[in-house]
Nanobody
Framework: VQLQASGGGLVQAGGSLRLSCAAS????????MSWYRQAPGKQRELVAS???????KYADFVKGRFTISRDNAKNTAYLQMNSLKPEDTAVYYC????????????????WGQGTQVTVSS
């Protein structure tokens, strides 16, 4: 299983970006899809997650500004980021919890390579 993240870039404060993360390979099913971020000198932190059923969870610092969604037919997660702030500058990583076709079934976490988001003031 491989994850390919895209959509990062440079944007002015108040602007918007949409991140995508697509999975390729083979698996039994994909459970949760999540976005994390890591700013220089800081620990990686959860931004948002979405279950296979569509339930979402957000970090307090992005509530009302970011929206996570998924397209199960495309095995893709999205993160719509609006009203961006300079403090949102970080490398954003996607993580998928994937159940692989083994016996018994087992869930692994897979990470994308990260995409840089830079918000200028």
């Amino acid at each position: 299983v491989q994850l390919q993240a895209s959509g990062g870039g440079l944007v002015q404060a108040g602007g918007s970006l949409r991140l995508s993360c697509a999975a390729s390979g083979s698996w039994f099913t994909i459970n949760a899809m999540s976005w994390y971020r890591q700013a220089p000198g800081k620990q990686r932190e959860l931004v948002a997650s979405i279950t296979s059923g569509g339930s979402t969870k957000y970090a307090d610092f992005v509530k009302g500004r970011f929206t996570i969604s998924r397209d199960n037919a495309k095995n893709t997660a999205y993160l719509q980021m609006n009203s961006l702030k300079p403090e949102d500058t970080a490398v954003y990583y996607c993580r998928f919890d994937v159940v692989v076709q083994t016996s018994p079934l087992y869930e692994y976490e897979y990470w994308g390579q990260g995409t840089q988001v830079t918000v200028s003031s």
